[in-house]
């Protein structure tokens, strides 16, 4: 028995398993973006003035701290995209999600209906084998 929507069921689940792949490795990659960031704020934080009050290590030091600041800025933003993209990506979960439970309920209506046919056809076609049988034997 082929049944009609059985491929697109198929292809409906397989598409929901790259989506899931792919929120799977977007929340990987963000938890290592708030990694680094913690890591670099750890470093903002563990930083302290130099003991001597020279003014070129102070301003390496400065500089140091700003790009620090930068590169958490930078990872921030890059975080922000992420974060956009998982959002677009559930969303997109969610109506390929329902899309795949409505053909899946269409395909198990369609199965139902196609068993109904053929159990009523062997009825019929039991009900004619009987028929003929009683008239063959009742001569």
Do not use: H
Request: without cysteine; positive net charge; proline residues 1%.
């Amino acid at each position: 028995m082929k049944k009609e929507f059985s491929d697109l069921v198929k292809i409906k689940k397989e598409d929901l398993k790259d989506l899931e792949t792919k929120i799977r490795e977007k929340n990987i990659q963000k938890e290592s973006i708030l990694k680094e960031i913690k890591e670099l704020q750890n470093e903002i934080d563990s930083s302290s003035l130099p003991s001597e009050e020279k003014m070129g290590i102070l301003n390496l030091f400065k500089e140091s701290i700003k790009k620090t600041r930068e590169a958490i800025n930078q990872k921030k933003s890059f975080l922000k995209n992420i974060d956009q993209e998982l959002e677009s990506l559930q969303e997109s979960y969610k109506e390929v999600s329902i899309e795949y439970e409505k053909i899946k309920y269409i395909d198990q209506l369609s199965t139902k209906r196609y068993k109904e046919k053929i159990q009523r056809k062997e009825q019929k076609d039991l009900d004619e084998i009987s028929s003929l049988l009683y008239m063959r034997n009742r001569r």
